[in-house]
């Protein structure tokens, strides 16, 4: 039995610590026994970018409101078999869940590969997923604002042993599952699943459909809805049958029949340039003895992470004050422009220094041939805005910002996705030697992938709340629950950035 503490809360002096306790632990493979050999998938360089897992954790209260008696639906054991059986069903489909990474030369011809490529790839052995069952004593309630980080999250998710990386062992993924998850019952009665998924196996939309799916085939759901004589809306009726794509070829073909150079200009991804030429910045005015100062402070633990509330009448608010009503932009848009703005000003950053936005775009529709509708592969690039510090603070408002927006992502076509494949291959996944960047600016859109409507226990979670990402100063910007229109923006700051930061958000939106 493995267990983990919890600390001292922030707003309650007086807690006292209790653990979460892992009673068991099982390897989930898909329900259909398979007569077909191993596969592999030959994952593309935006696959391979970032392999470990990410995580995510929903949170149910228990039910106070209905009249009907959910103590049975709601025991830990029932839960736990509920999301197992699903569990079952949906890997029939989502079979790439249950595998393995592996690291493969272009020589390879174990277990049948048929891969060409060498590297890190994707081998399909229904090795299968790991789920967790926990209990705590702990009440959510006691966690208060749940939209709020807090690092007792961190106790509520399944995390495998990280891969050893040596000289000596070549293959230090394959004991690594490429799912994992966690059922933990609090003392209120209610539950939270943690979810960590590897990147390298779906990115944001197929892992929130693959989450969906396991919902879908989740037998408590289907009784807490006779129960509750839920009705539907539109939104959460079952969507139409869309066939699941797995392979990564369309991408894979697309870069070795239309090559990039580094010597062509129009052709390199300005999100790759704009990155070295943040790194050379960094290395050009910090001293090494300094930056190994600076690296020392800056490590993850020294984040602040905090989740902005941005309703609908904030937003409607903001556009009038810093566009005008007469300029159309999305909400999207409007708050990265803002962000960039106000985090800038509150790094006090000399006026010629170079800053960068970076945020991600959807290529599904960008390359050619556009990539099936049931792709599960990454497929997400960077697109990237760099101007001087001045040039951001110094804008009497955010049209120009919001220009320089809309040309970044028109930017991402077919050559950009290329060429940013290629400059992700040759810069290798170096994240951990980078130098502190903190002029660069990382924004994930969530919005359109509604993590709280994954109904595990109901249809909807009182909250999804994500962990802190590999790279902490990744802001996410996520659909709120009480608010289809708002945003709830969870950014990473260093802590003496943090007040000066929401002043110059919030000033004079109110």
Same mark, same amino acid.
Request: with cysteine.
């Given at each position: ?75 830990? *054991? ?21 595998? /393995? ?25 229904? /090795? ?37 990386? *040596? ?147 904030? =937003? ?80 009497? *408002? ?99 950035? =943090? ?12």
């Amino acid at each position: 039995m493995a267990s983990s503490e919890l600390g001292d809360h922030d707003h309650d002096d007086d807690l006292i610590i209790r653990r979460v306790s892992i009673t068991e632990t099982l390897l989930v493979s898909s329900a259909l026994d398979s007569l077909q050999p191993p596969k592999v998938v030959n994952l593309s360089n935006l696959d391979r970018q970032c392999p470990l897992l990410m995580y995510l954790v929903f949170f149910y209260k228990y039910p106070t409101t209905s009249s009907a008696d959910h103590s049975p639906l709601w025991s830990l *054991d029932s839960v736990f078999e509920s999301l197992k059986s699903g569990l079952e069903k949906t890997l029939s489909i989502w079979y790439p869940a249950a595998g /393995r990474l592996i690291m493969t030369s272009p020589t390879d011809d174990d277990f049948n590969l048929n891969s060409n490529l060498g590297g890190l790839n994707l081998l399909c052995n229904n /090795r299968g997923t790991v789920l967790a069952k926990a209990a705590t004593a702990v009440q959510i309630s006691e966690l208060g604002d749940l939209s709020q980080y807090n690092d007792f999250f961190e106790n509520l998710v399944y995390k495998p042993p990280l891969p050893v990386f *040596d000289d000596q062992e070549g293959d230090h993924f394959s004991q690594m599952p490429l799912v994992a998850a966690q059922v933990t019952k609090f003392g209120c009665g209610g539950c939270s699943i943690g979810i960590g998924i590897s990147h390298s196996l779906f990115d944001g939309p197929a892992a929130y459909e693959f989450m969906c799916a396991w919902a879908s085939n989740s037998d408590i759901k289907q009784i807490q809805n006779e129960l509750d004589v839920i009705i539907m809306d539109d939104e959460l009726q079952p969507k139409p049958v869309v066939a699941l794509v797995h392979d990564r070829d369309t991408l894979l073909k697309m870069v070795d029949n239309y090559p990039c150079h580094d010597d062509d200009e129009g052709r390199r991804a300005a999100a790759i340039d704009h990155l070295y030429q943040l790194i050379m910045q960094s290395a050009a005015t910090v001293a090494s003895t300094d930056l190994l100062m600076i690296k020392s402070t800056n490590d993850d633990s020294s984040y602040v992470h905090k989740t902005f509330h941005l309703s609908s009448a904030f =937003l409607k608010c903001l556009k009038k004050l810093v566009v005008g009503d007469n300029f159309s932009c999305s909400s999207f848009e409007l708050v990265a422009a803002h962000l960039w703005k106000a985090k800038t000003s509150a790094l006090g950053l000399s006026t010629e220094t170079m800053v960068c936005l970076q945020f991600a775009v959807d290529a599904r529709n960008k390359v050619e041939p556009p990539l099936p509708g049931g792709f599960t592969g990454n497929a997400y690039v960077l697109a990237s805005v760099a101007l001087t510090a001045s040039q951001v603070v110094d804008q009497s *408002d955010h049209k120009a910002i919001v220009d320089k927006i809309r040309e970044a992502k028109k930017s991402v076509t077919n050559k950009y996705v290329k060429s940013y494949m290629e400059g992700v291959a040759a810069g290798g996944s170096q994240q951990k030697s980078l130098p502190p960047l903190k002029e660069l600016t990382l924004v994930s859109d969530w919005t359109r992938m509604p993590f709280h409507k994954v109904g595990f226990l109901r249809e909807e979670a009182d909250y999804a709340s994500p962990l802190v990402a590999p790279v902490p100063e990744v802001i996410y910007f996520m659909q709120n629950p009480k608010d289809d229109k708002g945003i709830d923006m969870r950014i990473g700051l260093l802590p003496q950035y =943090l007040d000066a930061f929401t002043r110059y958000f919030f000033t004079n939106t109110n």
